[in-house]
């Protein structure tokens, strides 16, 4: 019986480790045609960094990531010009183009690219594949027909103002299920953890076995040695 660390506790899924779902607004969508919308409003959820946009299109509203500058009464295109805030399949979007909200396949809704002032860029094509590189630096080659909408996602200047005092990081994580304050797990007592204690100091390797028991088996479980590099 290995002992009941932080990170097997919020595996158990208690009342101090789940989201208020019943706040969020709901799924972020395309919408399955071509046509032009309305934003009807541009709406906070508390589950997402991104503001949200309620557009009214086909006779039925959803909900989709708002991007840089949206306001209300603006027209949405589906499949119409490169413009920020319209929908645009990846193969016909100019390389170069800051994009959002892409589909893993033609059809799949938004999936890459949702959070506050995360974008991709197109950055090749070839047939019926295009290429497009996140802001990490990964590249990704997807089908052509898949969508995204054109620009950047809204409030990317939420890290710039300070938290200022841990009680407005503590509500703002605590809206999203987050585990807030962390505590260092070397300094904690050696009953509450197995990096904890003052004669385990500094942080042992993070090289861990994978059969080690349940109260051990914390870190970087058995990762991969890294590779010399060639002369």
Known sequence: MGKRIIARARGKGGPRY?????????????????GEGVIKDILHDPGRSALVMLVKI????????????????????YDGEIAPGNVVELGKIPEGTK?????????????????????GIVIGKSGNKVVVQFSSGKQKVLDARCRATIGIPSNAGRIEKPWVKAGKKYIALHARGKLFPRTAAVVMNPVDHPWGGKRKRPRPSKFVSRNAPPGAKVGSISPKPKKKAEA
């Open 99 to 119: 994009i959002f909200g892409i589909e893993s396949y033609p059809g799949s809704g938004p999936k890459y690219c949702r959070a506050a002032g995360s974008f």
């Open 18 to 34: 789940r989201a208020p779902s019943h706040r969020y607004l709901g799924k972020v969508e395309y919408y399955d045609g071509v």
């Open 58 to 77: 086909g006779g039925r509203e959803i909900l989709q990531i708002a991007p840089e500058g949206a306001y209300v009464g603006q027209v949405i295109k």
